[in-house]
């Protein structure tokens, strides 16, 4: 009598479930060879060979449930089958060795020489380099160059508009400043909120 059975896999296992409905732990048998496995339950026997891949015997194991038994085949080369059983070639007939070398890690990696080096990379750059470096810092001494060269006019206009319109706006023009009340101006893409 043959066994309904299916299967899936991914790249390390191919599982199978053979359905024995209340089948008994202590009659169940499966034997893993490379490339057959043989299920036997009693009288009934349920043998797949030649299996598309080989198989470790050793990492194969089975859990019998109340309405299938669940056998997990170990791959010994990583991949899809694309089949349970078929009569392609085995792969690994022929090969020595079974797994891919790694390569052996050298040294251990040292993290504060490799911080130095970045840091001692990033070497600061000129302001004809790149015109935002340094931020305010650079700016700053232009502004403050400026106040203290102006007139009283001139001092009073930038305290004015850079007060009213809440740090968007600076004028040196009192004639146009002092008319009123300087508007809050916002860059471009943003809008002013008054927090209270």
Not at 3 to 15: K, P
Not at 63 to 68: C, D, N, P, S
């Amino acid at each position: 009598m043959s066994f309904r059975h299916e299967y899936y896999e991914n790249d390390e296992r191919t599982t199978i479930s053979i359905f024995d409905r209340g089948a008994d732990p202590e009659k169940v048998s499966i034997k893993f060879e490379p490339r057959k496995v043989t299920y036997t339950h009693g009288e009934k026997t349920l043998s797949l060979e030649p299996l598309k891949g080989q198989i470790n015997p050793e990492a194969c194991d089975y859990t019998v449930g109340k309405v299938k038994v669940e056998v997990r085949l170990a791959k010994v080369a990583q991949g899809r089958w694309g089949g349970l059983i078929g009569d392609s070639p085995d792969p690994l007939a022929n090969s020595a060795s079974t797994s891919t070398p790694t390569p052996a890690r050298s040294q251990k990696k040292n993290w504060d020489a490799l911080t130095t080096d970045i840091l001692s990379a990033e070497k600061d750059k000129s302001m004809e380099e790149d015109p935002n470096v340094g931020g305010d810092s650079a700016v700053n001494p232009f502004f403050q160059k400026l106040f203290a060269d102006a007139d009283d006019d001139t001092k009073r206009a930038m305290m004015k508009s850079y007060s009213e319109s809440g740090g968007t706006a600076l004028s040196t023009n009192w004639d146009e400043v002092g008319k009123g009340r300087v508007d809050v101006k916002p860059p471009e893409g943003q809008e002013w909120k008054k927090w209270s």
